[in-house]
């Protein structure tokens, strides 16, 4: 008979990891607190609840996050057929009905007979169940103190932000209209919100004198690159807004100048019927106050209502190149701990994807290691080995990172303009050969 196993941790990796466990037949207790006490970014108690937005990123098989979905949809990954099944109008990237998404999750776990889902926050480690803690960036205080005294090592951290979600029938569509980048899709998904050279400034200057949530000065180290305020990124330059989050670009020229607008906001599709929509790059950690007094300048949403405005939350993560192997197994044996791995962002892995990924190769590296004396190795030009490379490799500066093709090893006869192509089509081939050999 298979062993029970203890998942820690209801989101996107842990009810993938639990989901893949259960379907190599184990029995697995899946521990969730929120029921019982919430996280400052959460807003329901369903799994697999997606805080920051409602985008899986880019479809297209030249980027990277197209690449990774790609693959993870060829390996059977739960969560991935879910976010098809849930889909929401947005061009080439995979976007979802958060809700409906979450409720899809919750429903395939809960209905799981091998399956059993506590309403209970977890505070310690210790157990005599082989375990995988995908506790997510927002672990309970107790349990990461738990965590970071037993495996001396120092709290690493860092600083998270969420956009806002406009009302659609609060929307000028007087100034606003709807088009994808460079026409791509089927249908025009995005909202776009044009803003002439004055307008645009002065929302730079405003976003660089406004009060954040957080004591200033922020401590820019503690700040996630890849998802900025939008005030953090406005300081940085008064033009770095235009060439990021604000991109005219393949969004239409200006019908009275004839000229590429000076800046575009754009606003993605929340949910199925296109009542709700997520203001694109606009995280932020601005009083809430600020942020309305800051987005009525923008003409298109002068008077727009808010279904949830934007927020800071901090992120847990550890050490993982000094605490796990490469099979995102805990390296060190403590006798009152039973075997551990770790899944999702709490790994350093930042990313929906990412987290989707982590939760799937912990559990398929855990599923083996219960059952056979040797794991059958992932190849290393795949996404997925890139990625776990990346977080188990030697790093003394070790931060979070979402997957891109600089993690993928490198074909250096290749040119450059040809080279991810490449690297994309050797991924493909490989991980299909793989798959083969396995069966």
């Not at 970014?41 to 030249?62: I, M, P, R």
């Not at 169940?129 to 037993?150: C, E, Y």
Request: charged residues 25%.
């Amino acid at each position: 008979m298979k062993r029970r196993i203890k998942v820690i941790g209801g989101g996107l990796a842990g009810s993938e990891a639990a989901l893949q466990l259960a379907s190599r037949g184990f029995s697995v207790d899946l521990y969730e607190m929120r029921g019982v006490q919430g996280t400052p970014a959460h807003q329901s108690t369903d799994l697999a609840e997606l805080v920051c937005s409602n985008s899986f990123k880019g479809l297209g098989l030249t980027s990277a996050h197209g690449l990774f979905k790609n693959e993870l949809q060829k390996l059977g990954a739960f969560l991935m057929e879910a976010a098809f099944a849930t889909r929401v109008p947005a061009g080439e990237s995979l976007t979802v009905n958060r809700q409906e998404f979450a409720q899809l999750i919750t429903k395939k776990i809960t209905e799981h007979p091998l399956i059993t889902l506590h309403r209970e926050e977890v505070t310690s480690l210790e157990d005599d169940r082989p375990t995988l803690v995908a506790s997510g960036p927002l672990s309970s205080d107790k349990l990461a103190q738990d965590l970071f005294s037993r495996l001396g090592t120092e709290k690493l951290h860092f600083f998270d932000a969420i956009a806002p979600v406009v009302e659609f029938d609060s929307i000028n569509m007087e100034h606003a209209y709807f088009r994808n980048r460079w026409d791509k899709g089927e249908s025009a998904d995005f909202i776009n919100c044009p803003l002439d050279k004055e307008t645009y400034e002065l929302i730079v200057e405003k976003l660089r004198n406004a009060d954040a949530v957080e004591p200033k000065p922020f401590e820019k180290k503690e700040l996630f690159e890849g998802c900025l305020p939008i005030e953090e990124m406005a300081r940085r330059g008064i033009d770095t807004l235009r060439f990021g989050p604000l991109r005219p670009v393949g969004l239409g020229d200006n019908p009275e100048t004839g000229r590429r607008w000076h800046a575009v906001i754009q606003l993605r599709k929340e949910n199925t019927q296109g009542t709700l929509y997520n203001m694109v790059g606009f995280q932020t950690r601005l009083r809430w106050g600020t942020q309305k007094e800051i987005f009525s300048l923008i003409p298109a949403l002068k008077n727009a209502e808010y279904a949830r405005m934007g927020a800071m939350h901090r992120n847990t993560f550890i050490d993982s190149p000094n605490l796990l192997d490469n099979h995102l197994k805990l390296k060190q044996k403590h006798p009152d701990l039973p075997p551990i791995w770790f899944a999702g962002q709490i790994t350093g892995a930042e990313g929906y994807t990412e987290a989707v990924a982590t939760g799937y190769y912990a559990a398929w590296n855990m599923a083996h290691s219960l059952t056979r004396k040797d794991v059958p190795a992932f190849p290393e030009e795949s996404c997925l080995k890139s990625l776990v490379n990346h977080l188990t490799a030697p790093n003394a500066d070790f931060q979070p990172m979402n997957f891109n093709y600089g993690l993928l090893p490198r074909i250096p006869e290749a040119r450059k303009s040809q080279r991810k192509e490449m690297m994309a089509q050797r991924a493909q081939k490989t991980v299909d050969d793989w798959i083969c050999e396995m069966r």
